[in-house]
Structures are given as structure tokens and as C-alpha cells.
């Protein structure tokens, strides 16, 4: 038949097949934000994330600057770890038997609570080089919210956006989520100078702001919940991931990397003493890991690893490993954001190969609970890992911590191989 002559309902479909096509390259991975509780949701954690971020980064910069003592620094890191694994064992019951919403404001109000208690005790002259345990009161509130609000955070996703939207909507929530780990150190680091009070005085203004927003989210929680989790239940995960080689050795590959060559907990003496850049460098520096994680995150996201996964893991680490060494062994912040973009982009590669590695050889009876035991040991292992910076900075020095764990990193990622070939020879999901 021609052209011309082509039947009307013929037309209108490859019209509308072109509309389909059109609305899938214009507007199909924004197509969930025109859901107003899932926009809401978003608005809410960004502003969480960035009000968390300024805080955490001031109260580094404000604890190096009173006490100079890289321990001190540590334990922020441990203060952080102490509610988060008791915590984790109820955090997971309570998402599932009340209302997320109602969880997400009250952790974001506990978080706005403890900001403005620091700045008006910094305001009143409280806070001082002989009284810093303040600061770690904040950062204890602000582990205990947090290890509410991720599960209930994480679960209330699932409840705004249908079923087929999902995988989208959990695309963006990471991408927000790291934008704001990349604008909340740089906007701390510059308010800083401003004076000490200015970035918590923003991080109120922020997490209250959140708080607001969650408040319009019109989704409730159902009536009823699931059981709890039981202490029974996570040590069956615990057991599982104990007979399964390719889970175990992706697990403990990642907790030995981030506990020994973490240098997060150390970034404030390298901004100051080392590269001499002061409160905005720490913000860029601490920024920096998430350029490299969105950067690496949207690569996996347009070429998905598809074979020599054990190996594509495995190899992260390594580079992870010798990106930190480099930075131990530099003097230039320049090079230093290069080496900590190189090692936020490591890290995503692992972390994305890991979570599918456990989604993939988990049963579904059993996945849940070894999810939570993966949030837990890797949750952890941040903290400790912050911990042990600090405590090894005070023994043999900053430099020589950094480049231990480098070495440490690299080693591992060598040693795994041997002892364990099923990972190393995995091919593909």
C-alpha cells in the first residue's frame, strides 16, 4: 500500500509508538518524580543528607581544631559505631511494624535537635578544648537517628512508586543520595570560615527543613506488620554467608579495605597540617570519594559488568589499595582529589559488585536477612575503621597509617585470590 494511502489506525500507532519512544529518551527516568510523594521523599533526604554532612564535616574540622589529636578524631568515627549494630538488630522490626514516615521525621528532628544544641553551647562558650564530649553526644544522636531512618528510609521507597518504577526510583534515590555526600562536605567546608557556628546553624536550618517535607508525604503505613527480626534469623544469615565462598569472600574482602585503608577519619589533619589548605580544602577533599562513586556509578549504570565479575571485584580493591597508597605518598591537594576520586570509584565498583553477588546467590527466604547482616558488618567496619585511623595515627604517625592500609588493601586483594579461587574465577551474576 502507499504512503499516502496508509490506514488511520496504522498512523496513529506508529505515532504513538514514536510518543512512547519519545517520552522513554526525554522523560522515562524522570517519569517517577511526577509522583509528588516520591518528589517529596526526595526533597526531604537530600536536605537530610546535606544537613548530615555539614555537621559531621564541622565537628571534625571543630574537635582537630580544639584538641590537634588525630585520636580524637578516631573516636568520632566509634562514637558513631556504638548504637549502630545494637540498634541495627530492632531498627529493621520497627520500619516493618509503624509508620516509615512518621520515623524519617522523628530521626530528622532528633538530628535538627542535636545541631542547634551545639551551636548554642558553642554560642554560650560551652564548648572548649578541655570540654569536647558535646561533639560526641551530637555524633551519637546523629548514629542512633540514622540507623532508624536508613531501613525506614530504604522500605518507604518501595510503598510510593508502583511496582515497575522501582528499579528507577531506587536509581535516583542513590544518585541523590550522593549528590548530597558530595555538597554537604564542600558547603561545610565553606561555612566553616564563617565562623563555627554557621554550619551547624545551616544543618539545623536543613534537617528541620526535611523534617517539613517528610510531614507532607500523604502515603501512611498499612495497618499490621511483619514478625520481627529475630536474633535466630540473623544468625541464619550469618550462616549462610559462612557457606557460601563467593559471598563470604566479597564481605570480608570489603571490611578488611575499609577498617585498614580508610582515610576519611584523617582527611581534617591532611586539609590542615599537610596540604596547608584549611577548612574549604577538607570540604573538597571529603567530597571527592563521591565525584569518583557518581562517576562510577553512572558508567556501571550505561555498561553493566557482565563477565569476569569476580576478577572486576577483586581488581577494585586493588586500586583502591594503590590509590591510597598515592595519597599517603602525596603533598599536593591536587593530586590528593585525584587519588580520592580514583578510590570513591573503586569502591562503587566493589559495592555494586557485592550487592548484586548477594541479591543473585541469595534464596529469596533467606536474602533479606542476609542484606542485613551485609548493612550491619559493612555500617560497622566505616566506623571501625575510622577508629583505627586515628588510634594508628596516634601511634606511628598520619602518612605512615595511610600507606599501611594502602598496603594493607593491596595485599589483601592478592591474598584473595588464593584463598578464594570461586570468586576469583566467577564469571558472571
Request: proline share 5%.
Amino acid at each position: 500500500m502507499a504512503r499516502g494511502c496508509e490506514k488511520p489506525d496504522a498512523s496513529r500507532r506508529r505515532r504513538g509508538r514514536k510518543h512512547d519512544m519519545g517520552d522513554k529518551l526525554l522523560g522515562g527516568g524522570r517519569a517517577v518524580f511526577r509522583i509528588r510523594d516520591y518528589s517529596l521523599y526526595c526533597a526531604s533526604r537530600f536536605l537530610w543528607g546535606v544537613g548530615h554532612h555539614v555537621q559531621t564535616i564541622a565537628i571534625a574540622w571543630l574537635v582537630y581544631e580544639l584538641t590537634h589529636d588525630p585520636l580524637k578524631l578516631g573516636l568520632i568515627g566509634l562514637t558513631a559505631f556504638v548504637p549502630a549494630v545494637p540498634l541495627a538488630l530492632v531498627a529493621g522490626p520497627v520500619a516493618d511494624r509503624y509508620d516509615r514516615r512518621t520515623i524519617i521525621i522523628l530521626c530528622s528532628a532528633a538530628m535538627a535537635v542535636a545541631s542547634v544544641a551545639v551551636l548554642l553551647m558553642l554560642l554560650t562558650g560551652f564548648i572548649h578544648a578541655g570540654r569536647t564530649w558535646p561533639l560526641y553526644a551530637a555524633v551519637l544522636v546523629f548514629g542512633a537517628a540514622r540507623a532508624f531512618s536508613g531501613p525506614a528510609g530504604q522500605a518507604l521507597v518501595m510503598s510510593l512508586v508502583p511496582k515497575e518504577q522501582f528499579t528507577s526510583a531506587a536509581a535516583w534515590n542513590n544518585t541523590i543520595n550522593q549528590s548530597a555526600t558530595i555538597l554537604g562536605p564542600a558547603i561545610g567546608g565553606l561555612l566553616i570560615p564563617f565562623g563555627n557556628v554557621v554550619p551547624f546553624a545551616v544543618a539545623f536550618a536543613a534537617l528541620t527543613a526535611s523534617a517539613l517535607l517528610a510531614t507532607l508525604i500523604h502515603a501512611r503505613m498499612a495497618k499490621g506488620g511483619k514478625p520481627p527480626v529475630t536474633f535466630e534469623m540473623l544468625v541464619a544469615g550469618y550462616r549462610f554467608i559462612w557457606k557460601t565462598p563467593v559471598i563470604l569472600g566479597s564481605i570480608t574482602l570489603d571490611l578488611i579495605a575499609v577498617m585498614l585503608a580508610g582515610v576519611t577519619a584523617l582527611l581534617p589533619i591532611f586539609a590542615r597540617d599537610i596540604f596547608e589548605a584549611g577548612p574549604w580544602g577538607l570540604g573538597v577533599l571529603r567530597s571527592m570519594p563521591a565525584v569518583g562513586s557518581v562517576c562510577a556509578a553512572l558508567i556501571l549504570a550505561n555498561f553493566t559488568v557482565t563477565f569476569h565479575v569476580g576478577r572486576t571485584m577483586i581488581g577494585s580493591v586493588f586500586i583502591y589499595g594503590v590509590a591510597t597508597l598515592a595519597f599517603g605518598m602525596t603533598t599536593s591537594i591536587f593530586v590528593g582529589m585525584a587519588c580520592l576520586v580514583v578510590i570513591g570509584a573503586a569502591d562503587m565498583v566493589s559495592v555494586v559488585i557485592r550487592q548484586t553477588l548477594i541479591q543473585v546467590e541469595a534464596p529469596d527466604d533467606m536474602r533479606g536477612r542476609v542484606v542485613a547482616v551485609h548493612s550491619v558488618t559493612s555500617g560497622s567496619a566505616n566506623h571501625l575503621g575510622e577508629f583505627e585511623s586515628g588510634v594508628m595515627a596516634r601511634l606511628v604517625g598520619v602518612v605512615p597509617t595511610v600507606l599501611l592500609g594502602g598496603a594493607a588493601a593491596v595485599g589483601s586483594s592478592v591474598a584473595w585470590v588464593k584463598l578464594f579461587p570461586t570468586l576469583w574465577a566467577r564469571e558472571r551474576f
